[in-house]
């Protein structure tokens, strides 16, 4: 029913002092020889009665003044007496207020003509109204950075200007963690009675179970139906028969809402321009796979995205995506071999477009100079591993292009120990039995399009059986042993190519196998790289999405909006980096039951329900009132204990 709280709650330590007064009283009270005559005894017993007045009057003195620095020390500590039974008035008590706002991208939807971002703008002016010159303010966004910058304590009414440049972000902060932090501003205000505010649009949230203070949420619009569409994962398709006529850009469309949408306007928007346009239908609630076809005439990055036209929820109506294409690759093999396996030849010549861009290095005779123009290196058996092809395959690693190893049956102890160490492999033995494909990892951008189905129906023999320790990505394998891995750039493929009973390479999933890892390796392969919000990138310059260039000295960059990403090296390489935000929020899930201690979720009369918290009152000034007192009653305890020595003196 009541309880006791204190304002200053470390001042109480100070209590200990309590007892000084006792210890003086204890320790330096001297007792004086006793000697007595014969001449005085007759007034020993009346000094005895005396004396047992007097040690009544200190003990009452010791206990006043010890009373006198505990109720000081009580008094700065600022004890609130708190009871919910307290009645309210007209006018509401001087109130510590923090006001959160959510500013997650899903408040960026619009109801009516605007956006729930802006209503709730709206709603901190009538809130700002409510308050008084007595009050004290913060405000809080899901922004962590703004909030460093401008989550100040108010006294009175929180200026508006400070909203002006308040937006949507991508990387919001969490309930909890907002809640925590109003809690923690509002401890620094010293008044009883504290509120918070969270101005939201009901989308579900994590709630702490329990709050020191009175945590309000008041919704910034009433919905009752949510329609929403959404745009994702669009991504570069490439073509696996003549990679120069013609790819594809894929996109999914989203339908978030119970109803049909016809007639949606997709638009493709890649390299500056508009590429093309489209009216497509998306089933309530399901998703729609389309694409774009596209020519691509040129070589080097391609960036863009995917947009489509959904006037309730802009927020998540694109799809950025960004891929590198080479359209003339120069391929070398560094080889022994005068003539290619057909499989590993064909596979060359669909990918280059020509017989040409097929380069035959010589192992004994080759530089890294005079490989500098091409585009990716495959090694492919070299009987030795010669001090100056290791030098060669190290100088490559060093531009960062990929490497592409194909075993053979004739793989030395060198080979097998130099790409043991590369690719985290333990060797075993050379296996000539038919194994079927058990694993395809589908995360992996080379084999993410290879079909499940396909699996136990490969046999794969002519294969290095070996044991992965963890540092390489297995891309292919039967159970434990792998057929192929990557550590990027570099990819390895275990099974011998030129082996004329291997079953897998006559599968239609070999082409497709097969394509995508060159693709890679070149980094001209049609996915986006992998990145997303709140990681960070690390280069020279860095070109953020509105145009603006940044010289970053190889420091980190925490990704925090949506859009494609210039990195620039100090030698003037430039990569194009898609980057897009996660669609958590693109469905909305409403609050329907709130639980927790100290949680309300208020309905539209929300400014009758605020400012309402009358925690009790605060009981210094009464103890301030008892010292003073105190300190009367021992100035009068004082005199009288004079006046009455005086009496004894004059008998």
Not at 215 to 230: G, M, Q, Y
Request: charged share 20%.
């Amino acid at each position: 029913m009541f309880g006791l709280s204190f304002l200053n709650s470390s001042v109480l330590a100070v209590a200990a002092a309590t007892i000084i007064p006792l210890l003086i009283y204890l320790f330096a009270k001297k007792k004086p020889r006793r000697v007595e005559f014969s001449s005085i005894r007759f007034i020993l017993s009346s000094q005895k009665k005396q004396n047992k007045r007097i040690n009544l009057l200190n003990i009452l003195l010791l206990i006043i003044r010890m009373m006198i620095i505990l109720f000081t020390i009580l008094a700065l500590a600022r004890p609130t007496l708190k009871s919910p039974y307290l009645k309210s008035s007209t006018q509401h008590p001087p109130t510590a207020i923090a006001i959160i706002l959510d500013t997650s991208y899903s408040m960026d939807y619009l109801v009516d003509t605007q956006s729930n971002l802006e209503k709730s703008k709206e709603i901190i002016s009538k809130i700002n109204g409510l308050l008084s010159d007595q009050d004290i303010v913060i405000l809080l966004t899901s922004d962590e950075k703004w909030n460093r910058l401008n989550s100040n304590l108010h006294f009175g009414k929180l200026p508006l200007k400070e909203m002006e440049d308040i937006g949507i972000t991508y990387l919001p902060t969490s309930y909890i963690k907002l809640i925590k932090e109003a809690q923690d501003k509002l401890s620094q205000s010293q008044m009883p009675n504290r509120e918070i505010y969270i101005i939201t649009d009901a989308q579900k949230q994590e709630l702490p179970a329990k709050n020191e203070y009175p945590v309000f949420l008041i919704p910034a619009s009433h919905l009752e139906n949510w329609s929403n569409l959404s745009c994702q994962n669009a991504r570069p398709d490439a073509q696996l028969v003549n990679r120069k006529i013609s790819n594809a850009i894929s996109f999914e469309l989203v339908n978030h809402s119970k109803e049909i949408h016809t007639d949606v306007l997709c638009r493709l928007y890649m390299d500056g321009r508009t590429i093309s346009e489209k009216f497509t239908d998306v089933a309530s609630m399901k998703k729609k796979v389309d694409s774009f076809p596209i020519q691509v005439e040129n070589t080097g990055w391609h960036s863009g995205y995917v947009e489509i036209q959904d006037e309730r929820l802009p927020a998540d109506n694109r799809s950025y995506f960004s891929f590198y294409f080479d359209l003339n690759p120069h391929i070398g093999i560094i080889t022994d071999l005068k003539q290619l396996p057909p499989s590993l030849y064909s596979m060359l010549q669909i990918y280059s477009g020509k017989a040409t861009a097929i380069e035959y290095i010589n192992p004994s005779q080759t530089s890294i100079t005079s490989m500098s123009d091409l585009s990716l290196l495959i090694v492919y058996n070299i009987k030795e591993l010669t001090p100056r092809v290791r030098q060669l395959l190290q100088n490559w690693q060093q531009e960062k292009k990929g490497i592409l190893y194909i075993a053979d049956k004739t793989f030395s102890p060198d080979w097998q120990n130099y790409l043991g160490n590369e690719f985290g492999l333990k060797w075993n033995t050379f296996n000539t039995q038919n194994n079927p494909v058990t694993f395809i990892n589908q995360y992996h951008a080379v084999t993410s399009l290879l079909n499940r189905d396909i699996e136990n129906q490969i046999q794969i023999t002519d294969f290095w059986s070996t044991k992965p320790s963890g540092e390489s990505i297995t891309l292919l394998a039967n159970g434990n042993i792998p057929f192929a891995v990557t550590k990027y750039p570099d990819f390895f493929w275990l099974f011998d190519i030129g082996s004329i009973r291997n079953s897998f390479l006559l599968n239609s999933s070999f082409p497709v196998f097969a394509y995508r890892t060159l693709q890679f390796m070149s980094n001209s392969h049609f996915q986006s790289p992998a990145q997303k919000l709140g990681e960070s990138v690390q280069t020279s310059y860095l070109i953020l999405p509105n145009g603006s260039r940044l010289e970053m000295n190889n420091s980190r960059y925490i990704l925090a909006q949506p859009g494609i990403y210039g990195l620039e090296d100090k030698n003037g390489k430039n990569t194009a980096l898609a980057v897009n935000h996660e669609y958590d929020e693109s469905s909305f899930l409403p609050m329907t039951t709130i639980k927790g201690q100290n949680l309300k979720l208020l309905g539209r009369n929300w400014q009758d329900k605020i400012l309402q918290t009358r925690f009790g009152y605060e009981l210094w000034k009464w103890l301030l009132a008892a010292v003073l007192l105190l300190f009367v009653f021992e100035m009068l305890l004082v005199k009288y204990g004079e006046r009455k020595s005086k009496e004894v003196t004059s008998q």
